[in-house]
């Protein structure tokens, strides 16, 4: 057989296997290589078995987290060309804002909550970003600069939703609670609680301000989803709950209202979801989303940039050209995500979550879809692919992945209010400086992600 190693490299292991047997009380089975090798006192004493001593070990453990090591990579390795294989052209470049995706590791780990994290939210013009956890506070970072500017006070139990909207030229952070109340907060006195809405009889677990995009809108109104089974609209100028919104038949998990304000998508308890129709006066059940297998968490209605690839999709020729909630997207406990269009028709199924799909948010650029889930994952599913999902990045935290947030695309003095699906840009009309790539009026895509977690950590993935 051929020898493997050279002879300064055998007789370096025959002298550690004699240094080992002999710290291992294997005196015995020691002098017996010794005498095998012709290794006497002489050319082996004790100092130099003393020199040898515990090199064994060393070089075992070398090897196993070597192993581990390759097989770490090798996985990475298969991931990489798995999306590489399955990404388009363009998306390969990656520097085309419309086919960024996020990418590890993250830019930020921001770290201050001393409980799980709930939600987490943009400001539409400052680099701001505001998280709310568990430990009932909410902290306010600079999402640039990876740090934290403040901890904001005064909610008494567990924070389950954050968002920044509101009246024209006067963005305010609105805040829900376990505590049974909405908080309002004014980033500009430093962020000052400037009204509480009580109402609500049970946990509010989802606040979004409607953007003012149907006629007359004034950017004042906040739409709220509860435990108690109700979505509630609200004045924010005056603290009054204007519409009480019943249809769901157990624990209302979401909203998200259409980028006109039109239309509101809820999530419920009950398996499913409703889109309503609140620009007329008594506001109904305009569709009823039936299909999912256990509760229904999160929700989001599609921009306008994917319709054509949904519209492919669902087998239509030509894409919807005036409703902005034709297609909406909705994730379950039962681990999958469903996309609909606006008569209630599922046309896509998307499959690969292992455990509780957390959020949802539709990229700008409509050509994707990108969710978290409770397996730790974020995966983004590719519309021009009929969903097919082409990244995964499996670790994104170390728990229970609970929020995702895409930051608003900047827009010159556009007066919709909050940016929630990254198509309403620098909402609430304040103006916002111009760059190179609006010209012609359209938003520049910022390319940054906000994730919370369970693992009391909120990261940031940017371009």
Same mark, same amino acid.
């Given at each position: 057989?051929?020898?493997?190693?050279?002879?300064?490299?055998?007789?370096?292991?025959?002298?550690?296997? !004699?240094?080992?047997?002999?710290?291992?009380?294997?005196?015995?089975?020691?002098?017996?290589?010794?005498?095998?090798?012709?290794?006497?006192?002489?050319?082996?004493?004790?100092?130099?078995?003393?020199?040898?001593?515990?090199?064994?070990?060393?070089?075992?453990?070398?090897?196993?987290?070597?192993?581990?090591?390759?097989?770490?990579?090798?996985?990475?390795?298969?991931?990489?060309?798995?999306?590489?294989?399955?990404?388009?052209?363009?998306?390969?470049?990656?520097?085309?804002?419309?086919?960024?995706?996020?990418?590890?590791?993250?830019?930020?780990?921001?770290?201050?909550?001393?409980?799980?994290?709930?939600?987490?939210?943009?400001?539409?013009?400052?680099?701001?970003?505001?998280?709310?956890?568990?430990?009932?506070?909410?902290?306010?970072?600079?999402?640039?600069?990876?740090?934290?500017?403040?901890?904001?006070?005064?909610?008494?139990?567990?924070?389950?939703?954050?968002?920044?909207?509101?009246?024209?030229?006067?963005?305010?952070?609105?805040?829900?609670?376990?505590?049974?109340?909405?908080?309002?907060?004014?980033?500009?006195?430093?962020?000052?609680?400037?009204?509480?809405?009580?109402?609500?009889?049970?946990?509010?677990?989802?606040?979004?301000?409607?953007?003012?995009?149907?006629?007359?809108?004034?950017?004042?109104?906040?739409?709220?989803?509860?435990?108690?089974?109700?979505?509630?609209?609200?004045?924010?100028?005056?603290?009054?709950?204007?519409?009480?919104?019943?249809?769901?038949?157990?624990?209302?998990?979401?909203?998200?209202?259409?980028?006109?304000?039109?239309?509101?998508?809820?999530?419920?308890?009950?398996?499913?979801?409703?889109?309503?129709?609140?620009?007329?006066?008594?506001?109904?059940?305009?569709?009823?989303?039936?299909?999912?297998?256990?509760?229904?968490?999160?929700?989001?209605?599609?921009?306008?940039?994917?319709?054509?690839?949904?519209?492919?999709?669902?087998?239509?020729?030509?894409?919807?050209?005036?409703?902005?909630?034709?297609?909406?997207?909705?994730?379950?406990?039962?681990?999958? !995500?469903?996309?609909?269009?606006?008569?209630?028709?599922?046309?896509?199924?998307?499959?690969?979550?292992?455990?509780?799909?957390?959020?949802?948010?539709?990229?700008?650029?409509?050509?994707?879809?990108?969710?978290?889930?409770?397996?730790?994952?974020?995966?983004?599913?590719?519309?021009?692919?009929?969903?097919?999902?082409?990244?995964?990045?499996?670790?994104?935290?170390?728990?229970?992945?609970?929020?995702?947030?895409?930051?608003?695309?900047?827009?010159?003095?556009?007066?919709?209010?909050?940016?929630?699906?990254?198509?309403?840009?620098?909402?609430?009309?304040?103006?916002?400086?111009?760059?190179?790539?609006?010209?012609?009026?359209?938003?520049?895509?910022?390319?940054?992600?906000?994730?919370?977690?369970?693992?009391?950590?909120?990261?940031?993935?940017?371009?």
């Amino acid at each position: 057989m051929a020898q493997i190693l050279t002879p300064r490299q055998a007789e370096e292991l025959h002298r550690a296997l !004699i240094a080992y047997l002999t710290a291992n009380n294997l005196p015995q089975t020691a002098a017996a290589l010794r005498s095998e090798l012709d290794l006497g006192e002489d050319a082996f004493d004790a100092a130099t078995a003393k020199k040898y001593e515990g090199l064994l070990e060393k070089k075992w453990t070398s090897v196993v987290r070597l192993q581990k090591k390759i097989m770490d990579l090798e996985s990475r390795n298969s991931t990489l060309q798995s999306e590489l294989n399955n990404a388009t052209p363009t998306s390969r470049q990656n520097k085309d804002p419309v086919s960024w995706l996020p990418k590890a590791p993250a830019r930020h780990t921001l770290q201050s909550h001393r409980e799980a994290i709930t939600s987490v939210a943009f400001h539409p013009v400052f680099s701001s970003l505001a998280s709310g956890s568990d430990d009932q506070t909410i902290k306010i970072w600079d999402w640039e600069l990876g740090e934290l500017e403040r901890t904001v006070k005064g909610h008494t139990r567990a924070v389950l939703d954050l968002d920044y909207g509101g009246p024209r030229g006067n963005t305010l952070l609105a805040s829900c609670s376990s505590d049974l109340t909405i908080k309002l907060w004014d980033p500009l006195d430093g962020y000052k609680n400037i009204r509480t809405l009580p109402g609500h009889d049970h946990s509010v677990s989802a606040v979004r301000f409607i953007p003012s995009g149907v006629a007359g809108g004034t950017g004042n109104l906040l739409v709220s989803a509860s435990r108690d089974k109700t979505l509630r609209i609200w004045d924010v100028s005056t603290g009054y709950c204007v519409k009480t919104l019943r249809g769901h038949a157990e624990w209302v998990r979401d909203v998200c209202p259409s980028p006109d304000g039109r239309f509101i998508l809820s999530t419920s308890d009950d398996y499913t979801g409703r889109l309503w129709d609140v620009s007329i006066p008594n506001p109904e059940a305009k569709i009823t989303l039936i299909g999912h297998e256990h509760h229904v968490l999160c929700c989001a209605i599609a921009p306008p940039a994917a319709y054509a690839h949904l519209a492919a999709m669902a087998g239509v020729k030509k894409p919807p050209s005036t409703s902005m909630a034709a297609f909406m997207a909705t994730g379950s406990r039962d681990k999958t !995500i469903r996309l609909w269009d606006s008569r209630g028709t599922c046309i896509k199924t998307l499959i690969g979550h292992d455990n509780w799909v957390r959020g949802l948010v539709f990229h700008p650029g409509g050509k994707y879809l990108i969710s978290v889930a409770d397996d730790y994952s974020l995966r983004c599913w590719d519309l021009t692919q009929e969903g097919r999902c082409v990244k995964t990045l499996g670790d994104t935290h170390g728990h229970f992945v609970q929020c995702i947030r895409w930051a608003p695309s900047i827009v010159k003095d556009v007066p919709t209010a909050n940016g929630t699906d990254g198509m309403n840009g620098g909402a609430n009309g304040t103006p916002t400086k111009m760059t190179s790539a609006e010209i012609g009026g359209e938003a520049q895509i910022r390319c940054v992600i906000a994730t919370g977690s369970v693992d009391l950590s909120v990261r940031i993935f940017a371009n």
